[in-house]
C-alpha cells in the first residue's frame, strides 16, 4: 500500500490516483477492468494517431470519423465549436503548408468522474509553401473525452496545449525534406 500511495502522489493531477490503484469507474458504471481500459486505450491511440495521419494526408473524411459533429476543440487561442467551423481553418491552413508531418507518443487513457479521457504529446514540424527554405516546430499536449457514438469511440472534446514553438527556423544546407507528405495517403 506505500508503494501505491508513493505512485499516487508521484502522478501528475490530470491521472486520477484510482487509476494507479486498477479500480477506475466511469459515471454510474460498474467498475471497469484493467482489459476493459487496455481496449479503450488501443481505441484512443487508433484515433490520436488517426489524427495525425488524416492532417498529414490531407484526409478530410477521416478526420471527421475521428470526432463527434459537435467536438468542442481548444487550441491556443482557437476555440472551435464544431468539426466544420474547425475544418474551416484547418483546412486552408495545411493547404498553406508544403508537408507536415505528427508524431504522436506517450498515450495515456483513464476514467475519472467525467468519463473517458485520453492524452498523448505531439511532434509536429511543417512547412509553409511560401516559405520553403524555413521549418516550423511545436511541441504540443493533447487532452481529449472520448464518448461512444453509434458502437464506437470518438473523440468529443480536445484541448491543445503549447509546450514549445520554434517558428520559422532556418533549414540548414544538407537537410532535406519531402516535397509533399501526400504521396504517403497511399498505404499498398
Not at 23 to 41: K, N, V, Y
Request: hydrophobic share 45%; net charge negative.
Amino acid at each position: 500500500m506505500e508503494l501505491v500511495a508513493a505512485a499516487s502522489r508521484a502522478m501528475p493531477p490530470w491521472i486520477p490516483p484510482d487509476l494507479v490503484r486498477g479500480t477506475t469507474r466511469a459515471p454510474g458504471e460498474a467498475e471497469m477492468t484493467s482489459s476493459e481500459l487496455a481496449d479503450i486505450a488501443i481505441e484512443a491511440m487508433r484515433l490520436q494517431n488517426g489524427y495525425a495521419r488524416a492532417i498529414d494526408t490531407r484526409d478530410w473524411d477521416l478526420f471527421r470519423a475521428l470526432f463527434t459533429p459537435d467536438v468542442v476543440a481548444e487550441y491556443p487561442g482557437m476555440p472551435f465549436a464544431g468539426i466544420e467551423q474547425w475544418l474551416e481553418f484547418f483546412v486552408p491552413f495545411h493547404d498553406d503548408c508544403t508537408w507536415i508531418q505528427h508524431a504522436m507518443t506517450n498515450h495515456v487513457v483513464g476514467v475519472d468522474a467525467d468519463g473517458i479521457w485520453a492524452t498523448c504529446y505531439g511532434f509536429v514540424e511543417w512547412t509553409m509553401r511560401d516559405r520553403p527554405k524555413l521549418i516550423n516546430r511545436s511541441r504540443t499536449l493533447y487532452r481529449d473525452r472520448l464518448i461512444q457514438q453509434n458502437g464506437s469511440w470518438v473523440i468529443a472534446r480536445r484541448k491543445c496545449d503549447l509546450l514549445m514553438h520554434q517558428p520559422d527556423a532556418p533549414i540548414p544546407d544538407g537537410i532535406t525534406y519531402p516535397s509533399s507528405v501526400l504521396d504517403l495517403a497511399d498505404i499498398s
